[in-house]
């Protein structure tokens, strides 16, 4: 990362990874110098592997080539958006192992696909084939990329033990042979680092996130609740279930804007390893001027491997400082030290969207799709007709369910320790204060929930924030169909749905209908006990038989 940074590069093919995961803590340690990686991996297998690393300002997107059934190579495959005419498509490329035919048809296939998906190409990697020498390999491998315009530009040895094999294919005149260098005195690996300028490209960066935001770390919490329990105790509810929460959610909000008002403001979209300060800058300022000097004589060499090395023990250091001091400063709190860890591990992904000018019409069109996609479903359904259907008259034990029974504070109160506390981020306070005011909420909640259930009335609580979420990080962003919505709903609804169930599940227990063998909205049960149990009996039956 350090060769990266001093070295000011935007974008970096790399091979031989060696990663088995998508996300650990090799990869949080990358986006905390600001970068982001895009890459494949072997998860049955160590070594291997190709991905593109790039800076996390500029607006470089995961491209799905959907060619499948490559054996004879890894690649890892990214568009750099330029401007709105130019977006490079950058592909890394690994190949290892004995050189087959089956090599040149499987990149045949691949750059036929890729071609399509842009004028603008990159190639490049560790294609372990010697092009200094002229062979049939090197000379069928040229011909190949040659006829989709692709012209290797690397012509230096890239090897300790010599022979050009790593490669880099231009097929726009994009970069500026005249910049490359060959880093052969790097002993980073036994592959020297090549770096390489563009011809004066001028690439769109991300813009900064405007987002709002509330300042909750400097309210007056006591004043704060002592607000809330006066907004609580003259509230009054409405003769329809729908006003008295849209009344409820904004005496709550309007309560909150006193003490912390919503605030736009502007954030950075690359991380920063949090670490870094001024003592370090400087040591790695003194390394980079030693780099420079190192090949003058064999003293500057010494002293440039004796200043790298204690620039190393101080990141490492600092690394240490700052995380004891983090885990010190949360000790005895679970969650902060768990967001630690997985921050650390790079558990907590960002979330990957289609390629969009303006937020609020990506917004739009995603509420398009999922709208026509239910829609879709709906009309596939097949109709029952009134006539050959015949509704089967119930037969109740214990009578009908024609009302909920009043809910009380009691059961409330049950109800929330045994669920725990939720919110949306629309929702009418932040779930901390929630569960710090949890006690002065209740009785209101109560209502509103008792409300609800004599007028049998949800108006007002099925709206949800709507977070679309990538199925799979190999599959194409730019893709509607390869999203999920996650809806969030807010903690009102999902309190009264909570009292509902307890209702009938009595119900259900008092005239004998729970059924053993159903695992779905059943306490304690779940998809794996209804597996575990198919998976018992198919056991069973093949034993019988034995």
């Given at each position: 990362m350090c060769l990266l940074e001093d070295n000011a590069v935007d974008v970096a093919f790399i091979t031989e990874t060696w990663l088995t995961d998508h996300a650990n803590a090799i990869t949080a340690d990358i986006k905390s110098y600001g970068y982001t990686i895009l890459h494949e991996y072997r998860s049955d297998a160590k070594g291997g592997g190709a991905g593109l690393l790039f800076k996390s300002s500029l607006q470089?997107?995961?491209?799905?080539?959907?060619?499948?059934?490559?054996?004879?190579?890894?690649?890892?495959?990214?568009?750099?958006?330029?401007?709105?005419?130019?977006?490079?498509?950058?592909?890394?490329?690994?190949?290892?192992?004995?050189?087959?035919?089956?090599?040149?048809?499987?990149?045949?296939?691949?750059?036929?696909?890729?071609?399509?998906?842009?004028?603008?190409?990159?190639v490049?990697?560790?294609?372990?084939?010697?092009?200094?020498?002229?062979?049939?390999?090197?000379?069928?491998?040229?011909?190949?990329?040659?006829?989709?315009?692709?012209?290797?530009?690397?012509?230096?040895?890239?090897?300790?033990?010599?022979?050009?094999?790593?490669?880099?294919?231009?097929?726009?005149?994009?970069?500026?042979?005249?910049?490359?260098?060959v880093k052969s005195q790097c002993?980073?690996?036994?592959?020297?680092?090549?770096?390489?300028?563009?011809?004066?490209?001028?690439?769109?960066?991300?813009?900064?996130?405007?987002?709002?935001?509330?300042?909750?770390?400097?309210?007056?919490?006591?004043?704060?609740?002592?607000?809330?329990?006066?907004?609580?105790?003259?509230?009054?509810?409405?003769?329809?279930?729908?006003?008295?929460?849209?009344?409820?959610?904004?005496?709550?909000?309007?309560?909150?804007?006193?003490?912390?008002?919503?605030?736009?403001k502007t954030i950075s979209v690359a991380a920063h390893a949090p670490w870094f300060d001024s003592e370090y800058k400087s040591q790695r300022k003194l390394r980079r001027k030693a780099e420079k000097n190192k090949d003058k004589s064999l003293h500057h060499k010494i002293m440039f491997e004796e200043i790298r090395a204690e620039t190393t023990i101080m990141a490492n250091l600092k690394k240490k400082q700052y995380y004891s001091s983090l885990l010190e400063?949360?000790?005895?709190?679970?969650k902060a030290i768990y967001n630690v860890v997985n921050r650390e591990l790079d558990r907590k992904q960002d979330h990957i969207l289609p390629e969009a000018q303006d937020i609020a019409v990506l917004s739009k069109k995603f509420n398009e799709y999922f709208n026509e996609k239910i829609e879709n479903i709906r009309a596939?359904?097949?109709?029952?007709?009134?006539?050959?259907?015949?509704?089967?008259?119930?037969?109740?034990?214990?009578?009908?369910?024609?009302?909920?029974?009043?809910?009380?504070?009691?059961?409330?109160?049950?109800?929330?320790q045994c669920s725990g506390i939720k919110c949306a981020p629309s929702d009418f306070l932040p779930e901390h204060l929630v569960k710090e005011n949890i006690d002065t909420l209740i009785p209101l909640l109560c209502k509103l929930v008792n409300q609800s259930l004599s007028t049998g009335s949800m108006d007002g609580l099925k709206i949800a924030d709507i977070i679309p979420t990538l199925k799979?990080?190999?599959?194409?962003?730019?893709?509607?169909?390869?999203?999920?919505?996650?809806?969030?709903?807010?903690?009102?609804?999902?309190?009264?749905?909570?009292?509902?169930?307890?209702?009938?599940?009595?119900?259900?227990?008092?005239?004998?209908?729970?059924?053993?063998?159903?695992s779905a909205y059943k306490k304690n049960f779940s998809t794996e006990t209804i597996l575990l149990k198919v998976t018992n009996d198919l056991l069973i039956a093949c034993d019988k038989r034995s």
């Open positions: 470089f997107n995961p491209v799905n080539l959907k060619v499948n059934g490559i054996t004879t190579f890894e690649y890892s495959t990214a568009s750099l958006t330029c401007s709105v005419d130019m977006k490079i498509l950058c592909i890394a490329i690994y190949r290892t192992g004995p050189i087959a035919k089956k090599f040149f048809e499987e990149l045949d296939v691949l750059l036929g696909v890729a071609t399509l998906k842009s004028d603008y190409m990159l490049g990697g560790d294609f372990n084939i010697h092009m200094e020498s002229v062979n049939s390999f090197s000379s069928e491998l040229e011909q190949l990329t040659a006829s989709y315009g692709l012209h290797q530009i690397i012509h230096q040895p890239t090897h300790a033990n010599g022979g050009t094999i790593d490669l880099l294919f231009d097929n726009s005149n994009i970069l500026d042979p005249s910049t490359i260098q002993n980073l690996s036994d592959h020297y680092p090549i770096l390489c300028s563009t011809k004066n490209i001028l690439v769109n960066l991300k813009k900064p996130k405007v987002i709002s935001v509330r300042d909750l770390k400097t309210i007056d919490k006591d004043l704060l609740s002592s607000n809330i329990l006066e907004a609580v105790s003259c509230f009054e509810l409405h003769d329809h279930f729908h006003d008295s929460c849209l009344d409820f959610f904004n005496k709550l909000n309007d309560t909150l804007d006193l003490h912390a008002p919503l605030v736009q400063k949360n000790k005895g709190n679970i596939t359904l097949p109709s029952i007709s009134s006539s050959c259907y015949s509704e089967p008259q119930p037969v109740f034990s214990d009578g009908y369910l024609n009302e909920f029974s009043p809910c009380t504070e009691g059961e409330l109160r049950d109800i929330i799979d990080t190999k599959l194409d962003p730019n893709d509607f169909k390869n999203f999920r919505p996650i809806s969030n709903l807010s903690f009102l609804g999902k309190l009264i749905e909570r009292v509902v169930l307890e209702r009938l599940n009595v119900h259900l227990d008092k005239n004998n209908m729970n059924i053993p063998q159903r």
